[in-house]
């Protein structure tokens, strides 16, 4: 797609400092100072696309979302009543002194979606709707059924829901094997494994010995009958109870008619669970439950989450559940016939009004299909949920969305719309974001990906480092002014080749880890061999295998071969259930090479923790230094307090009022409820005498509020706090504070503390480091420095391997091992491996083009 034209902009802000009285062509911005934005001015072209790039932590989200983003929110809710504002998820009012200019905006943002089992990619991008009505209005009927009304064929209707499973797919279910996993015990020994512990178990025994049944006889031995009646019965009798009683005693005492100690309801086993599941709030329970529960494929719609009578309705030969099933790419492809019909066809001469109906409804799906497909993402089925999607996918299943809408005049902000996405795919991005802006729009996009950054009008360079070092305008002017800028980390990856900067002699593999008859979501009995003692890069377009291959299946593989047992952690929702229940089984083993291997690092980018007390300090392990540092000061061991006391996890150091959070929930009445600082600690976490001990003229809060490039100056004494001070500035989080919040991180934030934190460890070679994006997120600048550390591990005797889309990173690879040809079906073939200057020569990969330039 030709790029649009705005010869006429470049000449109005040929200055970058020019100020304009056309104050309806641009977007004044006065005076910001959200977070570490220092008070900045800036002129923003519109309907244009603007870039604000900058290194990790410069300011650049801050100035993007934080402010213009945050001031177009606040100014349209204005006009909102105030019952549907707390329905809208709000963010904070920024501070900043005057913004003219802003239009409505949209934010994009790299974020997962809310987590339900209903929401799917044909929801998202609302082609669900305009599939409901060509099933309603041009599918074919059986021929004693009458027409069926478009909510039939949604699965989140009553009209249309499968009655069995309510429209999930899925059934939840208990078995006796699960609930009781040694039949030898009695139910007084907790043959039972399913029931809650302490009394509550113990209640639901005696209720049994009231109803007559023995709890001393191994579970074996119990008759059938007995044994199904009390895992399964929907009965909830309530009976006397005599907790000390034997079962004759307890007998005799309900002849004689004795006055019990209490009367007690029974629940099976089977229900207890799935009621437990269901009504409680603690994830700490939902996970204990969830493993005494197994998900099967629905008896009644297979799977197809409909009622038979909405799939007894068929288009092209299928079902709605079995077209929901197809990938993008196929349903486009299905489609085609239906918009290309001939008007002397048999079925327009047989129902001529049903043939327009299915043409114009099946032109307009395929219009929307088509949308996703230039975007990169024909492998995904309209059926997938949201929360199997990656951020980078579900944020351009809505720019899809977004450009189908047709909205006039509107500001989009996007955040890294190009992350995970192979530079073939970044360029269809391109022509989407060019044709939103031939529409009308604006889009501001946050970004690092130098392809990106040199197709915009408008660049905006944040910095110049990060932190209380960044927050300022490095340049706001046209693309090619910024090669003039000295102080800027971007202008140097932009109009020089860098690829040099990590480069050095290819190092030869030490030996090799081959794997055979792989199997593992699109990827069929594939064999794969992987170099070790060196640095290697998986790459491929969105889709291809790389992650199946490389975070799964290898992953995996190798640590059954290390006799280490993966541990999943236990969902605490329907949806995390399906998640794991429609994980692929892995195929496959290792032919040779685990000789070489002692030890297998998977360093993803899962959260370091879900709640705010876990933070970089907890999980690096160097608040456990700190706090001792704390606890051998003079007037600490005067007071007798330990290290202890330095936690703000427990009850003898943190502050009483918000138990060591920092802040408590404020609820208001028409409005969201908001965290504000606690009152009594003022967002410090501790109480008064705690805050009183000080180190080094700091007092503990004061040192978690210090960032990890501050800190290392404050502890230059400290060897153990150093080390892991130095990992973390050495992977770029120089910015981020020691007590910042896992739940404010980013995913590759969070990777990159999990690989800090190996840092810091005695290296000892024989290691297996593998990596997923560990880029995301980061300015090119950073990539080198990420490069340096990496190439660090590789030399001390260790192997790195990764998936990886960075062509700064692969090119600088030891080993390319490139997936395609293309996503999905079409792709879970290793096409090229070998150098990157191997892989550059190969005419299958469209990884090649991208190599080496």
């Given amino acids: ?123 998202v991008t609302t082609i669900s709707n305009a599939l409901r009505m060509l099933y309603s209005r041009a599918g074919d009927y059986p021929a004693d059924q009458e027409m069926l009304y478009a909510d039939a064929f949604s699965p989140n209707t009553p009209e249309g829901a499968c009655r069995v499973c309510s429209g999930i797919g899925r059934v939840f279910d208990v078995t006796e094997d699960m609930m009781v996993p040694d039949s030898t015990k009695s139910i007084r020994e907790r043959a039972i494994a399913s029931w809650p512990g302490a009394w509550q178990g113990q209640n639901l025994s005696r209720i049994l010995t009231t109803l ?66 269901t009504t409680t709030q603690s994830p700490r329970v939902k996970k204990r439950v969830s493993q005494f529960m197994q998900i099967s494929v629905c008896p009644e719609c297979h799977g197809k989450k409909l009622k038979k009578e909405s799939l007894s309705v068929t288009f092209e030969g299928l079902d709605i559940g079995e077209l929901s ?59 997938r949920t949201t929360p199997t999607l990656s951020p980078g996918e579900l944020q351009r299943l809505r720019l899809a969305t977004q450009i189908r809408s047709q909205l006039f005049g509107v500001v989009y902000v996007l955040d890294e719309p190009s992350a995970g996405l192979h530079p073939a795919d970044t360029q269809a991005l391109l022509g989407a974001l060019d044709e939103l ?36 305008i490095v340049y706001s002017g046209p693309v090619e002014g910024l090669e003039d800028i000295k102080e800027s980390s971007t202008a140097r990856y932009l109009f020089t080749n860098k690829d040099g900067a990590n480069k050095q002699v290819l190092r030869e593999p030490s030996a090799w880890l081959k794997l055979t008859d792989i199997e ?69 083993h290792i032919v040779s090479g685990m000789d070489k291997v002692s030890r297998l690092v998977n360093i993803n980018q899962k959260a370091i923790g879900r709640t705010p007390r876990s933070n970089l300090a907890t999980y690096t392990g160097l608040f456990d230094y700190v706090r001792k540092l704390f606890a051998a000061t003079a007037e600490a061991k005067a007071r007798g307090y330990d290290a202890g006391r330095f936690s703000f996890n427990t009850s003898k150091g943190r502050c009483p009022n918000c138990e060591g959070l920092g802040f408590v929930s404020v609820e208001l009445l028409f409005l969201p409820s908001v965290y504000a600082p606690c009152q009594v600690c ?80 005695t290296q000892r070679g024989d290691t297996l480091y593998i990596l997923d994006e560990p880029t995301t997120g980061l300015h090119p600048a950073d990539v080198s420095m990420l490069m340096t550390q990496l ?40 096409v090229a491996q070998g150098t990157p200057e191997d892989v550059a020569q190969s005419e299958d990969s469209r990884t090649a083009p991208f190599l080496l330039v």
């Fill in 682 to 761: 003022h967002g410090q976490r501790y109480n008064d005498e705690t805050l009183e001990i000080t180190y080094r003229d700091k007092n503990i809060a004061e040192v978690l509020n210090l960032t990890v490039e501050a800190a290392y100056e404050f502890f230059a004494e400290e060897a153990p706090i150093l080390r892991a001070l130095d990992a973390l500035l050495q992977v770029g989080l120089g910015y981020l504070r020691l007590g910042q919040p896992a739940t404010e991180l980013s995913g590759g934030e969070a990777q990159r503390i999990k690989l800090a934190t190996e840092l810091q460890r």
């Fill in 791 to 830: 190439n660090g591990l590789v030399d001390a005797g260790n192997t790195v391997i990764m998936v990886e889309h960075d062509m700064q990173v692969a090119s600088n690879s030891d080993w390319v091992i490139d997936m395609g040809p293309g996503a999905g079906d079409e792709g879970g073939l290793i």
């Fill in 437 to 472: 802006i031939d529409a009308g729009n604006s889009v501001f996009v946050v970004e690092h990906d130098v392809s990106v950054i040199r197709h915009a009008d408008w660049v905006v360079d944040v910095g110049p480092k990060a932190g209380v070092h960044g927050g300022e």
């Fill in 325 to 383: 099933q197809l990938t993008l790419t196929e349903l486009a492809d299905k489609l085609q016939s239906a918009v290309h019909a001939s008007i002397s066809s048999p079925n327009y001469e047989k129902n001529p009004e049903k043939s327009i109906v299915a043409q114009r409804i099946a032109s307009d799906i395929l219009t929307r299909v088509e949308a996703l497909t230039r975007l990169g993402l024909g492998y995904l089925s309209l059926e």
């Fill in 1 to 123: 797609m030709a790029k649009h034209n705005n010869t006429i902009l470049r000449d109005l802000y040929s200055a970058p400092n020019q100020q304009t009285s056309q104050s309806n062509n641009h977007v004044q911005v006065r005076g910001a100072r959200v977070h570490n934005l220092k008070n900045v001015d800036v002129d923003l072209p519109r309907d244009a696309l603007v870039v604000f790039t900058g290194i990790s932590g410069s300011g650049k989200s801050s100035l993007a979302f934080g402010t213009l983003f945050a001031e177009s929110q606040r100014r349209y809710l204005d006009s909102v009543a105030p019952y549907a504002r707390r329905l809208i998820d709000q963010v904070e009012e920024p501070d900043v002194d005057a913004i003219e200019g802003l239009p409505p905006a949209v934010a994009l943002q790299q974020q997962r979606g809310t987590p339900s089992v209903r929401s799917s990619v044909a929801s």
């Fill in 520 to 588: 593992r979501n699109n990827i069929q009995g594939l064999s794969a061999e992987f170099p070790l003692g060196v640095l290697t890069s998986v790459t491929g377009v969105s889709g291809s295998g790389k992650s199946s291959l490389v975070s799964q299946a290898l992953v995996e593989l190798v640590n059954e071969a290390l006799g280490k047992e993966m541990v999943t952690e236990a969902p605490t929702d329907e949806a995390g259930l399906l998640e794991q229940e429609f994980e692929a089984p892995t195929g496959g």
């Fill in 212 to 277: 007559g049944y023995d709890i001393d006889t191994p579970w074996n031995q119990l008759p059938k009958e007995s044994r199904d009646w009390i895992l399964y019965t929907d009965e909830t009798p309530t009976v006397p109870v005599y907790p000390e009683y034997s079962l004759e005693q307890t007998r005799a005492a309900i002849d004689k008619g004795e006055k019990p100690n209490y009367m007690g309801t029974y629940i099976s086993a089977k229900n207890f669970i799935l009621q437990s599941f």
